[in-house]
């Protein structure tokens, strides 16, 4: 969307651009990442979803994470008890409150996510390389800004109370 000439952004401008950038990051980055993990790793999205939130955020009790994941412990536990079995997370008692878990990525779970990172790294670099210097740059930039700004965003519901 080109915002030349626009003083504000209305509603509908901002819906428009909003699903084309959840639509392309669905089908350009989302299933393309996926393939990367789910034929080389045998892993599921909510796995790897998982492995990467606890790499990237660190480690974390088992409520905190089933919250974060918007999921139940329930669900939470049987992911988390998954991944253990298969070395891709591990569990650590809390030195002062032992009835405390913390959860956290294992050295193969870190190990898995460079890898992954790396080889669609260097594809997707392959990938803009056909993009001319400026339409590059271009991309860095608009990255940088999404990168900056979506984390400040509620993309949430809001119920009337």
Sequence with gaps: ????????LNEQQMRDVLMRYVSSSLEGINKTFAAYYKFDYDLTTNQMSTIWYLKYCGMMTMSEYA???QMSRQQATQLINHLVEMDYVKRQYCKENRRIIYILVSEKGERVIEEIESKYSKHAF???QKFTPEQQLRFVEAMEVISELLPQVDFGPKHDR
């Design 1 to 8: 969307m080109n915002t030349k000439g626009y003083d504000k």
């Design 67 to 69: 919250d974060k994941m």
């Design 126 to 128: 392959e990938e803009i």
